[in-house]
């Protein structure tokens, strides 16, 4: 069966080094000292489980993210959920940018701080790169070198709690800036949205083997017509897309962090032959897989 690339942690590859951390709970990451931290991941896809909110001071940077290209530039944050595939590609030479890395329980713990819903379904996969002012790059810097200097202190023993209250801040401004009232007030008592997080659920358990909608109707007791209009309700994309978007990052996932060959994949994702694969592949991407 394939790898359980949701428990590998990317974060603890060797050569990262964060700013300052609470273990399992939040990292920092900054190149302010002129040292790139994500040197170890640059040109690997990794599969996130944190949440990273990461902040563009100068120049900027270029990733591949859910299989499609990103450029994030100064004064520009760039958000990604749990279940991302993100790959580091390069950065200019004047690059600064300054990152939180966010464990799913604190991310959990923050959103119930600010008395909002955090359901994991509904954001995982997703993305989201936003302007900014210069002055609120500013103003969040200070909150990051605020965080890190107590980090930095072993004694403090409420590190977490102070860290948390910062985070906060920064994270009601991500949602009022980046995120309308359709993203953060889906009602969990809906029906129509439970059966949304249980397809995403589903997808995350089910993608390596399972590729058909009929396959994922049958599971949630309901027909394919009505699943894929679900998902075009909450997410503006149908069943099989997602489908084939979740194939497609397994895929890369396992090509870029396992290292493994054309005919491996698509015996760990259930394909008749690894000519069978490079064509849903190709259908999928417009292009063929890398050798």
């Known amino acids: 069966m394939i790898t359980d690339l949701h428990k590998i942690d990317a974060f603890k590859a060797n050569g990262m080094f964060p700013s300052a ?8 990451f900054d190149n302010i000292d002129g040292r ?12 996130l489980w944190q ?49 939180y890395v966010i464990y799913p329980d ?24 936003g302007d900014m002012s210069k002055e609120n790059v500013e103003y969040f810097l200070d909150i990051y070198e605020e965080i890190k200097r107590d980090m930095q202190m072993p004694e403090y023993q409420y590190q977490l709690n102070y860290s948390r209250y910062f985070l906060n801040i920064v994270y009601v401004y991500i949602i ?21 997080c249980k397809f995403m659920d589903a997808l ?8 058909s909608v009929q396959f994922y109707a049958n599971l949630l007791g309901i027909t394919s017509k009505y699943l894929s209009f679900v998902c075009l309700q909450y997410s503006k994309r149908n069943a099989s ?36 694969f490079t064509r849903f592949f190709k259908r999928v991407t417009g292009a063929p897989p890398t050798k």
Not at 36 to 47: C, D, H, I, Q
Not at 204 to 211: G, L, T, V, Y
């Open 36 to 47: 790139n931290p994500f040197l170890p991941l640059v040109a690997r896809a990794n599969k």
């Open 21 to 28: 951390q609470l273990p399992n709970e939040i990292l920092l």
């Open 176 to 196: 009022n800036k980046f995120y309308s009232d359709a993203d953060m007030q889906a009602d969990p008592s809906s029906r129509q949205y439970d059966m949304f």
């Open 106 to 129: 604190t991310m959990q713990d923050i959103f119930t701080d600010i008395h909002l819903n955090y359901n994991k379904s509904r954001f995982s996969y997703s993305y989201k790169v």
């Open 204 to 211: 995350n358990k089910h993608a390596d083997s399972e590729r």
């Open 241 to 276: 897309s997602w489908i084939d978007e979740y194939v497609v990052a397994k895929a890369r996932a396992l090509q870029n962090v396992h290292h493994y060959n054309i005919k491996r994949i698509s015996q760990e994702l259930n394909f008749i032959s690894p000519s069978s």
């Open 51 to 99: 949440t990273t909110i990461y902040f563009q001071l100068e120049g900027e940077a270029s990733l591949r993210i859910n299989n499609k290209d990103v450029i994030v530039r100064k004064n520009q944050l760039l958000i990604t959920h749990e279940e991302c595939i993100v790959e580091f590609i390069n950065a200019t030479d004047d690059s600064k940018f300054y990152c």
